[in-house]
Nanobody, 124 residues
Framework: QVQLVESGGGLVQAGGSLRLSCAASGRTLRNLLGWFRQAPGKEREFVAAINTSGSNIRYAESVKGRFTISRDNAKNTVYLQMNTLKPEDTAVYYC??????????????????WGQGTQVTVSS
């Protein structure tokens, strides 16, 4: 059982930046940390994921080149740096802890623990 708490969401103008953080606590028998998002009326979608060492990183095509995922294992924290934000990035962002092959880290079924979400709103 892993508890995940997201922070750093907020309101930002298009073209701006935000950094999300997710602190993990409890039993951390997981090799993957990922970010997902869900916009109103839409399905939850994969954003980015990173393995334990940080050597394997995956991004959704829609955010590649704009978002950067990283982790600090000493702090049990994963980050999502979001640059050049667009209105279509508006969503509730969730971090999740998973277990599985890093090459399949975009697969939602690998994730077992989820945070409560943090709202990101990008204005036009």
């Amino acid at each position: 059982q892993v508890q995940l708490v997201e922070s750093g969401g907020g309101l930002v103008q298009a073209g701006g930046s935000l950094r999300l953080s997710c602190a993990a606590s409890g039993r951390t028998l997981r090799n993957l940390l990922g970010w997902f998002r869900q916009a109103p009326g839409k399905e939850r979608e994969f954003v980015a994921a990173i393995n334990t060492s940080g050597s394997n990183i995956r991004y959704a095509e829609s955010v590649k080149g704009r978002f950067t995922i990283s982790r600090d294992n000493a702090k049990n924290t994963v980050y999502l740096q979001m640059n050049t934000l667009k209105p279509e990035d508006t969503a509730v962002y969730y971090c999740a802890a998973g277990l599985g092959p890093a090459t399949n880290s975009a697969t939602v079924k690998l994730y077992h623990d989820w945070g409560q979400g943090t709202q990101v709103t990008v204005s036009s």
